[in-house]
């Protein structure tokens, strides 16, 4: 048996158990006498048979003379009853044989169980000491864990703090570039005899100096442009999304995050945030792609996030727009033609309330809807890309983290202290019918936003033939993309009016650009001397974005848990806009 066990019942069961077995033997002795009394009275009968039969026989024998097959007959007889009285006394005399031999036996099995009880005793004692000292070890190493766990909280919390300390030394707005390599349709309306010439539109002309830098060399001029990372045309998508990762953490710590893609067509801002997912054969339930794009691996690894937090305290939800003509599609809604405008909440955010969302809960449901927008979003074939976008896609991820009850205790403390709080709830519209106000029954939480924007590509109108609508959607295109170059420079300019409105692409990311979220804007830049003029203005562009100074990014603070109501556009429930 294994040690440690309390074997006490056990021996007395056995010695119990012995005891009824000796009983039973004895019981059985008994009657066997009983059966051995019986035998001699019937020999004593069979005996006394035997001689009435004999002087029967005599008397008869006397009188009448007795055939030999009579005789023979009582021969047989008498020698069969013989045998049987020799067999019954065998059998006599092996049950006084076991009789004799079973007290002794008996003293042998008690003495033996005895001894195993005194031994197992003996090994009850010694495990009970045993776990004693295992006792006491536990509650030190309980002591020790609990330590370790208040260290790792500390250090848990100074990590955060570090780690958000760095991403706002390297800048709330960064901008990285990436140049893509020379592809085939680069050469195309060229004399292809004039291919790799000095001076042909295919030639090189962007090239990638370091980590830091790239060149543009042409023959007027060489020009350098700096960022805080560049990619070269060789660099892989997940060496692009290992600069993304880390602000997915500050996601989470309570700051919202913005990535978007800018460049011209063609030059590769659909590959860099979308990648294999872009393809109409996409099957999410296959394992990840190596192409995979930033969007993709981005929401992977805020799952994989998630999945380390305690169960039950962060939920997604997911958006898919696009900008198109300057007006804004909802493209998971059944009327995508159905056009939206940004509301301003009570606390100062911007949101679209009617814009479906949709609660997810694994990277294949998001990519899934991902996929869905993308069948209805607006593209068309110019000379400069086969598929070339008309339109800017916001694909928006809300995640809600439900803060600590202490928060609750707080909002309520503060409320009831400040007058001037709560007159200014009484002053509120009555047909407002979202609350901050935190209730017995409400549970403050966080919301943050991740937007992942892939811009319609700037393009050379003459360059790219378009025509007809196509000719008014790159209109409209270049308009938005020079609002979003005016936004920027004002920002930098510190100057008193930003003109968000002039667009509403730089109206709905107001708060990415010139609010409290962090910045990376992607720029995708072509190498060919035919895009040199729009290469420069993108490596421009990116220039400007990184003399903007924001200030130190603000950390999303809870509310209260919001009420919530059905979306008429037939989606998920809408949370209050002035909660967003």
């Given at each position: 048996?294994?040690?440690?066990?309390?074997?006490?019942?056990?021996?007395?069961?056995?010695?119990?158990?012995?005891?009824?077995?000796?009983?039973?033997?004895?019981?059985?002795?008994?009657?066997?006498?009983?059966?051995?009394?019986?035998?001699?009275?019937?020999?004593?009968?069979?005996?006394?048979?035997?001689a009435a039969a004999k002087r029967e026989a005599s008397a008869s024998f006397s009188d009448l003379e007795i055939s030999d097959q009579f005789k023979t007959s009582v021969i047989h007889k008498s020698a069969k009853l013989r045998q049987d009285i020799q067999t019954v006394k065998q059998e006599l005399a092996k049950?006084?044989?076991?009789?004799?031999?079973?007290?002794?036996?008996?003293?042998?099995?008690?003495?033996?169980?005895?001894?195993?009880?005194?031994?197992?005793?003996?090994?009850?004692?010694?495990?009970?000491?045993?776990?004693?000292?295992?006792?006491?070890?536990?509650?030190?190493?309980?002591?020790?864990?609990?330590?370790?766990?208040?260290?790792?909280?500390?250090?848990?919390?100074?990590?955060?703090?570090?780690?958000?300390?760095?991403?706002?030394?390297?800048?709330?707005?960064?901008?990285?570039?990436?140049?893509?390599?020379?592809?085939?349709?680069?050469?195309?309306?060229?004399?292809?005899?004039?291919?790799?010439?000095?001076?042909?539109?295919?030639?090189?002309?962007?090239?990638?100096?370091?980590?830091?830098?790239?060149?543009?060399?042409?023959?007027?001029?060489?020009?350098?442009?700096?960022?805080?990372?560049?990619?070269?045309?060789?660099?892989?998508?997940?060496?692009?999304?290992?600069?993304?990762?880390?602000?997915?953490?500050?996601?989470?710590?309570?700051?919202?995050?913005?990535?978007?893609?800018?460049?011209?067509?063609?030059?590769?801002?659909?590959?860099?945030?979308?990648?294999?997912?872009?393809?109409?054969?996409?099957?999410?339930?296959?394992?990840?792609?190596?192409?995979?794009?930033?969007?993709?691996?981005?929401?992977?690894?805020?799952?994989?996030?998630?999945?380390?937090?305690?169960?039950?305290?962060?939920?997604?939800?997911?958006?898919?727009?696009?900008?198109?003509?300057?007006?804004?599609?909802?493209?998971?809604?059944?009327?995508?033609?159905?056009?939206?405008?940004?509301?301003?909440?009570?606390?100062?955010?911007?949101?679209?309330?009617?814009?479906?969302?949709?609660?997810?809960?694994?990277?294949?449901?998001?990519?899934?809807?991902?996929?869905?927008?993308?069948?209805?979003?607006?593209?068309?074939?110019?000379?400069?890309?086969?598929?070339?976008?008309?339109?800017?896609?916001?694909?928006?991820?809300?995640?809600?983290?439900?803060?600590?009850?202490?928060?609750?205790?707080?909002?309520?403390?503060?409320?009831?202290?400040?007058?001037?709080?709560?007159?200014?709830?009484?002053?509120?519209?009555?047909?407002?019918?979202?609350?901050?106000?935190?209730?017995?029954?409400?549970?403050?939480?966080?919301?943050?936003?991740?937007?992942?924007?892939?811009?319609?590509?700037?393009?050379?109108?003459?360059?790219?033939?378009?025509?007809?609508?196509?000719?008014?959607?790159?209109?409209?295109?270049?308009?938005?993309?020079?609002?979003?170059?005016?936004?920027?420079?004002?920002?930098?300019?510190?100057?008193?009016?930003?003109?968000?409105?002039?667009?509403?692409?730089?109206?709905?990311?107001?708060?990415?650009?010139?609010?409290?979220?962090?910045?990376?804007?992607?720029?995708?830049?072509?190498?060919?001397?035919?895009?040199?003029?729009?290469?420069?203005?993108?490596?421009?562009?990116?220039?400007?974005?990184?003399?903007?100074?924001?200030?130190?990014?603000?950390?999303?603070?809870?509310?209260?848990?919001?009420?919530?109501?059905?979306?008429?556009?037939?989606?998920?429930?809408?949370?209050?806009?002035?909660?967003?």
């Amino acid at each position: 048996m294994p040690l440690g066990i309390d074997r006490t019942k056990f021996y007395a069961a056995k010695a119990r158990e012995l005891e009824a077995q000796s009983l039973r033997k004895d019981e059985r002795i008994a009657s066997l006498e009983t059966e051995n009394a019986m035998l001699y009275l019937k020999l004593a009968h069979l005996h006394g048979e035997v001689a009435a039969a004999k002087r029967e026989a005599s008397a008869s024998f006397s009188d009448l003379e007795i055939s030999d097959q009579f005789k023979t007959s009582v021969i047989h007889k008498s020698a069969k009853l013989r045998q049987d009285i020799q067999t019954v006394k065998q059998e006599l005399a092996k049950v006084r044989e076991a009789a004799v031999e079973m007290p002794g036996q008996f003293r042998q099995y008690f003495q033996r169980a005895c001894t195993v009880v005194q031994h197992h005793t003996a090994v009850y004692e010694s495990n009970s000491s045993n776990i004693t000292v295992l006792a006491e070890q536990v509650a030190q190493l309980q002591q020790a864990l609990n330590d370790v766990t208040e260290r790792h909280a500390r250090e848990k919390k100074r990590r955060q703090e570090l780690h958000n300390a760095l991403m706002e030394l390297r800048g709330n707005i960064r901008v990285h570039g990436r140049l893509r390599p020379l592809m085939e349709f680069d050469a195309e309306n060229e004399d292809i005899n004039a291919l790799g010439r000095p001076g042909t539109r295919s030639e090189v002309v962007v090239h990638y100096v370091d980590d830091e830098n790239i060149c543009v060399r042409t023959n007027k001029h060489n020009k350098v442009f700096e960022f805080e990372r560049v990619y070269n045309s060789t660099e892989k998508q997940e060496s692009v999304f290992d600069e993304v990762q880390p602000m997915l953490t500050s996601l989470l710590d309570g700051y919202n995050v913005c990535i978007m893609a800018y460049g011209q067509t063609g030059s590769g801002k659909t590959h860099t945030m979308l990648g294999s997912h872009r393809n109409d054969d996409y099957n999410p339930s296959h394992d990840p792609h190596p192409d995979e794009g930033v969007i993709p691996r981005a929401t992977r690894e805020l799952f994989r996030l998630i999945e380390e937090k305690p169960l039950g305290t962060h939920t997604i939800e997911v958006s898919v727009v696009e900008v198109y003509n300057n007006d804004i599609r909802d493209l998971l809604s059944r009327d995508p033609n159905a056009k939206h405008d940004v509301v301003t909440g009570g606390d100062g955010q911007l949101s679209i309330p009617t814009v479906t969302s949709k609660s997810v809960d694994n990277v294949d449901a998001v990519m899934s809807l991902v996929q869905y927008g993308l069948k209805t979003r607006k593209e068309s074939a110019t000379l400069v890309h086969e598929h070339s976008s008309r339109s800017h896609l916001i694909v928006t991820l809300t995640v809600t983290t439900k803060a600590p009850s202490f928060f609750a205790k707080s909002a309520t403390l503060d409320t009831e202290a400040s007058p001037a709080v709560s007159l200014a709830k009484k002053g509120r519209s009555s047909s407002q019918t979202w609350t901050n106000e935190p209730t017995a029954n409400q549970q403050p939480v966080i919301r943050t936003k991740l937007q992942l924007v892939d811009l319609a590509g700037s393009e050379c109108v003459g360059m790219s033939g378009v025509k007809g609508a196509a000719l008014r959607e790159a209109s409209n295109i270049n308009k938005s993309l020079s609002a979003l170059a005016d936004v920027l420079g004002a920002l930098a300019e510190h100057r008193t009016h930003v003109p968000y409105r002039n667009s509403r692409l730089t109206h709905f990311l107001q708060d990415s650009i010139g609010g409290d979220a962090k910045l990376l804007v992607l720029l995708c830049v072509s190498p060919a001397q035919r895009y040199i003029t729009e290469s420069l203005q993108c490596l421009g562009f990116g220039q400007r974005a990184r003399q903007v100074q924001r200030g130190p990014t603000k950390r999303r603070l809870p509310s209260s848990a919001e009420k919530v109501a059905p979306d008429s556009s037939g989606g998920h429930p809408r949370p209050s806009s002035a909660n967003r």
